[in-house]
């Protein structure tokens, strides 16, 4: 099968990690690895591209150019990832409309608030015109599916839970200790391991959180040493607080490439990070299918991925000591960390494998492609 994506709020090649490009890479891969012939039919960005002249004539452009790559690709369906209110998809309704051949998304997100704005209404028209194009549409976020119901039918909406390749994220110790090695940590220093790309907003938030969290458990358990993995704007800001309130006791790794993060999850006795804002967390689950327990905030978009008492432990926002705790709990009851990590692997390999959901992903293109679902 013949299948042009298209990911208007970073494409497949976007330099910067995030859970999205994940997610948006893991479907490409897989299709194609299921013997499909899935390509990326056009890289633009649609991302608030109607505030200015360039932006029109950008889209404009990257209308032209798809048209092209798609007469010469012939697909037999589209599939768009992540249409929403600031990167909409304006290119896939058209073409597969022109073509008559399926239009699907993955991972649209519908909120009515965005159209009374005016500063967001016109990305919300746009978003909602592709949302209701779409023949189909899969979301891996339970936070979504109400929205989404308010605008479709259920017939035309499919659950699919997020998923990694479990062999890229297996835990090694003779990795972890090589890395403890190199960053000069003791065999047997408590290592908390946090990671995200330090940007302003939630991730500057959430770590901010965490930072309070360790002054206070300093108090209690005062041996233990963070690394804190990931680069961004605001990393020199997070550098300059945490060796102010933390001296001695952080170390900035800097960014480090996925397919290297099972080294340092390896390494970790815990994985801590609060996931203020967090649609899912795809680091949540790498963490998990390394055995490494989770200590996060019990929010929405965290509660879908961590299991609290089963996979990790989930904590109230306050001023630090909910997460504080629960970290000097795990912290002296290597037992118990044992048995999170074991659980977390197992739920990773069993409920979050990519084989297996997006197995069922290709299997629902095909029955678009061959009209075997109802409309």
Not at 23 to 40: T, V, Y
Not at 71 to 80: L, V
Not at 288 to 302: E, K, M, R, T
Not at 318 to 341: H, N, Q, T, V, Y
């Amino acid at each position: 099968m013949r299948i042009a994506i298209y990911c208007p709020n970073k494409p497949l090649n976007h330099p910067h990690p995030s859970g999205d490009l994940v997610i948006a890479q893991g479907i490409h891969w897989m299709l194609n690895r299921l013997g499909h012939d899935c390509r990326e039919i056009v890289q633009f960005r649609s991302r608030w591209f109607w505030e200015t002249g360039a932006g029109w004539i950008g889209a404009f452009r990257a209308w032209t150019d798809a048209w092209r790559r798609a007469r010469a690709f012939k697909p037999q369906i589209w599939i768009t990832y992540h249409t929403y209110y600031k990167s909409p998809d304006v290119i896939g309704p058209w073409i597969t409309g022109l073509m008559k051949i399926p239009y699907a998304i993955f991972q649209p997100m519908y909120s009515t608030r965005r159209s009374k704005s005016s500063s967001t209404s016109l990305g919300f028209r746009l978003n909602r015109w592709a949302v209701l194009r779409a023949r189909h549409v899969f979301t891996n976020n339970f936070l979504d599916l109400e929205a989404l119901h308010r605008i479709l039918p259920d017939r035309r909406i499919t659950y699919l839970a997020p998923g990694i390749r479990p062999e890229e994220f297996e835990r090694d110790p003779s990795a972890g200790h090589a890395l403890r090695a190199q960053l000069q940590i003791p065999p047997d220093q408590f290592l908390i391991l946090t990671a995200a790309r330090w940007r302003e907003g939630v991730k500057t938030e959430s770590f901010l959180h965490l930072l309070r969290a360790l002054v206070k458990l300093r108090q209690f358990l005062p041996d233990f040493t963070l690394v804190v993995v990931g680069d961004g704007p605001m990393e020199p800001h997070l550098r300059s607080l945490a060796l102010q309130d933390l001296p001695g006791q952080v170390v900035f790794a800097g960014r480090v490439p996925r397919r290297e993060m099972s080294r340092f999850y390896s390494a970790a006795d815990l994985f801590a990070f609060p996931g203020i804002g967090e649609s899912l967390g795809m680091v949540f689950l790498e963490a998990q299918c390394c055995g490494v327990p989770v200590v996060a905030l019990d929010v929405a978009g965290v509660s879908q991925v961590v299991f609290h008492g089963e996979t990790g432990i989930l904590v109230p926002r306050d001023d630090g000591s909910a997460m504080a705790g629960a970290i000097e709990g795990l912290g002296r009851d290597p037992e118990r960390r044992r048995k999170l990590g074991a659980a977390g692997s197992r739920f990773v390999r069993d409920e979050r494998n990519l084989y297996k959901n997006y197995l069922k992903l290709a299997r629902e293109l095909t029955a678009l492609v061959q009209g075997g679902r109802r409309q």
